[in-house]
């Protein structure tokens, strides 16, 4: 299995709504990854995790919070989201060791913030 | 940290024509190169990769060359046809202060379109 999953495909939540977003991979990567993509931007990294343990968190903001409860799963929740937080949110997973950097994009979660 | 400079931004090109991106870095410890190709509405895929220790590498018609002294990497396409047309994304990455993964570093993009 050579891929990463995303659920759900699209989502449309309020401003004042709880959700989540699901990444799985089955791949045995020890690092997973999300970046949000704006419209014609390059992905920006949002949060790394290493061996299931948070490594990198780029100043994001605390209305997303990261989980990634085994070696497979990646979630993010998201709580009092704002309209420009409306985005493409995609998950990443690559080897740790060596020099095996390659990462795999999941299809992404398009999120619309109402 | 790492800025990585895309160019150009947009690129047209006749079916058949070769097109080049070129992607500059800058830091010097960065040792892993790879470019993405995004179509509209789909994730970013992984095309090519160099790493620091290789000029360059061919995989059919596309190739990427690495020239370490100048930071400076290329993304060549030859012989294009109308399913090349997409996002382009340079990457650069460093195992910095020993971390054990690679934190990607993107260019802004290249917009291929290939006219038949």
């Known amino acids: 299995d050579t891929e990463v999953t995303q659920t759900p495909k699209h989502l449309v939540m309020g401003m004042t709504n709880k959700k989540s977003l699901k990444c799985e991979q089955h791949?045995?990567?020890?690092?997973m990854y999300w970046y949000k993509q704006k419209a014609k931007k390059p992905p920006e990294l949002m949060f790394v995790?290493?061996?299931?343990?948070?490594?990198i968190n780029e100043s994001v903001p605390s209305r997303f919070s990261p989980e990634c409860p085994n070696s497979s799963l990646l979630n993010l929740h998201l709580h009092a989201l704002q309209p420009e937080d409306s985005a493409l949110y995609l998950c990443?997973?690559?080897?740790?060791?060596?020099?095996?950097?390659?990462?795999?994009f999941g299809p992404g979660t398009r999120l619309t913030v109402t | 940290g790492e800025n990585v400079e895309q160019h150009p931004s947009t690129l047209s090109v006749q079916e058949g024509d070769s097109a080049v991106i070129k992607c500059t870095y800058s830091?010097?410890?960065?040792?892993?190169f790879p470019w993405y190709k995004q179509e509209l509405g789909k994730r970013p895929q992984l095309i090519i990769d160099?790493?620091?220790?290789?000029g360059e590498k061919k995989d059919q018609r596309i190739a990427v060359t690495l020239n370490k002294t100048a930071k400076h990497f290329s993304l060549h396409i030859t012989e294009t046809q109308p399913e090349d047309s997409a996002v382009y994304f340079c990457?650069?990455?460093?195992?910095?202060?020993?971390?054990?993964?690679?934190?990607?570093?993107f260019g802004q993009g290249t917009i291929l379109t290939v006219h038949p």
């Open positions: 990443a997973s690559s080897h740790i060791q060596g020099a095996r950097y390659e990462q795999y």
């Open positions: 791949m045995g990567h020890r690092a």
């Open positions: 995790y290493s061996y299931e343990k948070l490594s």
């Open positions: 830091d010097s410890a960065s040792n892993y």
């Open positions: 160099i790493r620091s220790n290789v």
């Open positions: 990457a650069a990455t460093t195992n910095a202060g020993g971390t054990s993964y690679g934190k990607l570093t």
